[in-house]
């Protein structure tokens, strides 16, 4: 889906916000239409995908916070998701998936 939404959109991001319902999905976005904020906004990964290369994924300072102790996973699941992410009209969403850390998990975290 990734490197469909590429070749259609051209260099991608996503966002992860802390709102409710599809408002806690992670949005993908065209690189730079959702803006992104120094102290509002954290740099929580980059996906480097062949053909496509680095995607930078955002999320809101609060929900890092939330979720800092978790391993998070995107996922792609069948079934129209809302808002502005530019899988919606695909007929798939993009979703979170976590888990807690392994003590050495986080131990490496942290170091």
Same mark, same amino acid.
């Given at each position: 889906?990734?490197?469909?939404?590429?070749? #259609?959109?051209?260099?991608?991001?996503?966002?992860? =916000?802390?709102?409710?319902?599809?408002? &806690? %999905?992670?949005?993908?976005? !065209? %690189?730079?239409?959702?803006?992104? &904020?120094?102290? %509002?906004?954290?740099?929580? $990964?980059?996906? #480097?995908? #062949?053909?496509?290369?680095?995607?930078?994924?955002?999320? =809101?300072?609060?929900?890092?916070?939330?979720?800092?102790?978790?391993?998070?996973?995107? #996922?792609?699941?069948? $079934?129209?998701? %809302? $808002?502005? &992410?530019?899988?919606?009209?695909? $007929?798939? !969403?993009?979703?979170? !998936? =976590? !888990?807690?850390?392994?003590?050495?998990?986080?131990?490496?975290?942290?170091?």
């Amino acid at each position: 889906m990734l490197r469909r939404l590429f070749r #259609d959109n051209g260099p991608l991001m996503f966002h992860q =916000s802390g709102g409710c319902c599809d408002g &806690s %999905a992670p949005m993908c976005y !065209r %690189a730079g239409e959702f803006i992104v &904020s120094e102290g %509002a906004d954290v740099l929580w $990964g980059v996906l #480097d995908i #062949d053909e496509v290369g680095e995607i930078p994924v955002y999320m =809101s300072a609060p929900q890092y916070e939330y979720w800092k102790h978790t391993h998070l996973t995107i #996922d792609l699941v069948v $079934g129209r998701g %809302a $808002g502005f &992410s530019l899988e919606t009209p695909t $007929g798939h !969403r993009f979703l979170i !998936r =976590s !888990r807690l850390l392994t003590d050495e998990e986080y131990a490496a975290l942290e170091a």
